[in-house]
Structures are given as C-alpha cells and as structure tokens.
C-alpha cells in the first residue's frame, strides 16, 4: 500500500512537472512569436526613417529653393514698386510741365488780343480825329443810266468770288495769316464743333472746316482741294502733325503762318510749312 501511494503521489508530481513545462515552452513560444512581430515592426520602423533621411536633402533643398524664390519675388516686388514711384514722379513732372507751357500759351494769346483791341480802337480814335464830322445829308444823285452802281460791284466781286475757288482759298489763307491768333482765342475759351471756331470767317469765302485727330483745325472752301491747317493744342514732337509747323521766334511768339495741304487718297500731304505758335524757340 505504502508503495502503492508513492507512486500515485510520484506520477502526479511528474505530471505537475510536465504540465509546468508545457507552460513554460508554450510561454517561450509566445514570446518568441511576440519578438519576432517586434522585430518586423522595428525593421519597418528602421526602413521608414532611413528613407526619411534618404529624402530629407531633397526636402532641405527644396526649402532652401523656395526660401530662395521668395527672397527672389521680394527683390523684384521692391524694384516694381521703386519703377512704378519714378514713374509716377516722371509722368507728373511731364503733366505740370505741359500745363504750365499751355497756360503761358493762352495768358500770351489773350494778351496779344487785348493788345489787338487796344491797336483798333487807337485807329478808330485816329480815323475819327482825322476825317470831318459828317455834314447833313444831300439828296442822293441817281448814278448815270448804264453805270454800275456800288451794290452792282459788290454783287459783281462776290459772283467773281462764287465762280473762282482759287481766289477764294487765297483770300482766306491771307485772312487766317491776319486772323489766326483770334481762332486760337476762340479756342481757348471751349468749343463743340469745328463751326465753332471759324464764326468770324467772312461767308463769302465759304470756309469749310473739320478737326483732325482732336487736335488740328482744317480750313478750306468750297471746291477746293487744298485745307489751311493750324494746331489747336501742343504737339507732341514725335508725331506726323508737328513736321507740318516750324517753330515760332522767340522776338515774335505769337506770329502764325497756317500749314497748306493737299488731300489725296483720303491722305494730307504737306504743301507749305506753317507756323506754330504754341511752341516758341
């Protein structure tokens, strides 16, 4: 009996043992198991962050790039700006120039006209002074049976004037070689219309006119094909139009000489140089 219980408690020592260590190699497994994820994971961990540094230069780079782009724009940002202000002062210091040179303009053209008026009624005054007081009035002769009378000839001269476009054109280039100065008055004073600055043209030299690119005054007359041509405004040096003009001295500043052209094929060729007096030498 006694070796009977011996081996009973023997055996299930031996299987506590065996148990035991079933536990301890299925534990060892485990952990075996649980290193080897660690590891792959470690391994994915080390590939990750050697790619990282593979790639942090391109990255580095990169941001040097665009840090050197924006210092790039700056600089060109500061020398926009610094172009735009010079610019801007340039273009203001043309426009003031310009409107002063027009303003002097006008302030001579105005004064050249009161002087003007001053000069007529100096001869008016003189013509009155020497010329009799009008005596009262005698009974009107009747003029001769088949003499012209003065209504006659003026009648006869205006005909004259109707049927020849030439003589026309070469009256009235005479009468804006006297009178221009007055149209650039009008001028100065506002306008609508080309009629509205050639008011005080005589009608019987039919003047016809037109305004050419805003700035130049085209006056002709009836049947002609030549146009008398005078600026309106400064001109600007580069353009076509002020190779029309010479111009004026400085002893005779407000001298005007209007331009002769010929139109051809909707174009205006140059005949005579005119004067202008809006740009004094």
Known sequence: MYFMSMSAIELAAIGAVILVGIGVLYSILEMRRTYARHREKLAHAVAVIEKFQARQGDFLSLLERVESDG????????????????????????????????????????????TQEERLALIVESISEHFPQPQPQQPQQQDPP?????????RLRR?????????????????????????????????????????????????????LNNCILLIGTREHEDRLAIPLRELDASSDFYQWFDPASGGNGLSHLPAVLKRSNGHFNLVAKGTNPLAVV
């Open 71 to 114: 210092r790039a724009l700056q600089k060109i940002a500061l020398q926009v700006e610094g172009t735009v202000a010079s610019l801007k002062d340039t273009v203001g210091v043309s426009l003031n120039a310009s409107a002063e040179r027009l303003t002097m303009a006008i302030e001579n053209l105005r004064d050249h006209m009161d």
């Open 159 to 211: 005909q004259a004037l109707g049927r020849d476009a030439g003589l026309r054109f070469a009256l009235l280039k005479e009468w804006m070689s006297i009178n221009g100065i007055a149209v650039l008055h009008r001028a100065s004073r506002g306008w609508n219309t080309a009629g509205d600055l050639i008011g005080n043209v005589p009608d019987y030299l039919e003047p016809e006119a037109e305004i």
């Open 146 to 154: 088949g003499r012209p009378t003065t209504n006659d000839r003026a």
